[in-house]
């Protein structure tokens, strides 16, 4: 049995990720879990496509360790959405205390499930989910994933676009983390040349490619449907590693590291195994000068978000 759970089911992510892992045939009970009830008749509709998933719906508190237990991957998209103005950080008030409840039934119900964790700010809410499994003691950081995929299929499709190259065979990685400048992609590894102007208008779209979003919605919302599809290919990524037992699987994503000294999470590139990370690669070596730049300019922010993310689950357990 493969189980995975999309906790925040019912929402602008949560539906078009649904539907994507319903295509995923290596998914054999896929559980969505919402507070919005309408999660049970998203449920029922996607319950009429013909592939293996069994899908069920589970609505409020009450259902959610039936949700939960069996499941092989846990994805949590659950969580208040940007609007034009807010950053980030900005969500973390209410979000933290979203993700920190559902990181603790997790705790309790699957505590070997990989965490997939979207809800922003990715670069606070995985060390809260990491603090809830430590207290828990069932804590193990090769399974607790910050989803920084969309980061990446932004800067393939960004590269594409401009080298007019095919974006699905473009492979640029984006490392560090998951908002503005701890946004750090590495485009020296992209195979491509640029010139200097390229360079800076490049990076900045993919740094604030969410905030591109965010004004095109105007007040709706944020990205919903290319986080479904990121978010859909690193559960394929995790399920062919783990489930399909492929070997070289590889994303970029946000998890506990030790690739950057004095910063316990960071995003760069992971080899996906049986049991979750099996490889964290170090930052590339050749960085030039104008990453070496954006990764100074990231250490401060990331290492304030992770403390915010470390000291909300400590204040909120004394
Ligand atoms: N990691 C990434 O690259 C990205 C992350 N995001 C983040 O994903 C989150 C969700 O975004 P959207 O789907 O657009 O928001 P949305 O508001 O459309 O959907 C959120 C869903 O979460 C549900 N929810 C709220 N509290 C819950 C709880 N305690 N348990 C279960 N479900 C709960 C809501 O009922 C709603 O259905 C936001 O925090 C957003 O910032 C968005 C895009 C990219
Ligand atoms: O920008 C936002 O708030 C949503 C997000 O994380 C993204 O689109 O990368």
């Given at each position: 049995m493969v189980k995975v759970a999309v906790l925040g089911a019912a929402g602008g992510i949560g539906q078009p990720l649904s539907l994507l892992l319903k295509g995923?045939?290596?998914?054999?009970e896929l559980a969505l879990y919402d507070v919005a009830p309408i999660v049970v008749g998203v449920a029922a509709d996607l319950?009429?496509?013909?592939?293996?998933a069994k899908v069920t719906g589970y609505k409020g508190d009450d259902e959610l360790e039936r949700a939960l237990t069996g499941a092989h991957i846990v994805v949590i998209p659950a969580g208040i959405p940007r609007k034009p103005?807010?950053?980030?950080?900005?969500?973390?008030?209410?979000n933290a205390g979203i993700v920190k409840t559902l990181a603790t039934a997790a705790a309790k119900y699957c505590p070997k499930a990989f965490l997939a964790i979207i809800s922003n700010p990715v670069n606070s809410t995985v060390p809260i989910a990491a603090e809830v499994f430590k207290a828990a003691g069932v804590h193990d950081p090769k399974r607790i994933f910050g989803v920084t995929t969309l980061d990446i299929t932004r800067a393939n499709t960004f590269v594409g676009e401009l080298k007019k190259t095919d974006p699905t065979a473009t492979s640029v990685p984006v490392i560090g983390g998951h908002s503005g400048v701890t946004i750090i992609p590495i485009l020296s590894a992209s195979g491509h040349t640029f010139t200097d102007a390229e360079r800076e208008a490049l990076t900045q779209r993919i740094q604030y490619g969410g905030d591109e979003v965010v004004k095109a919605k105007d007040g709706a919302g944020s990205a919903t449907l290319s986080m479904a599809y990121a978010g859909a290919r690193f559960v394929a990524s995790l399920l062919d590693a783990s489930?399909?037992?492929?070997?070289?699987v590889k994303e970029c994503t946000y998890v506990q590291s030790t690739a950057v000294e004095g910063l316990e999470y960071f995003s760069t590139v992971v080899e996906l195994g049986p049991d979750g990370a099996s490889k964290i690669h170090p930052i590339p070596a050749n960085l030039d000068a104008h990453e070496q730049k954006l990764l100074q300019a990231a250490i401060p922010e990331l290492k304030a978000n992770i403390q915010k993310g470390v000291d909300f689950v400590k204040a909120v357990s004394s």
């Open positions: 995923n045939t290596a998914v054999t319950s009429h496509i013909n592939t293996p103005g807010m950053t980030r950080d900005d969500l973390f008030k209410i489930v399909g037992k492929k070997t070289g």
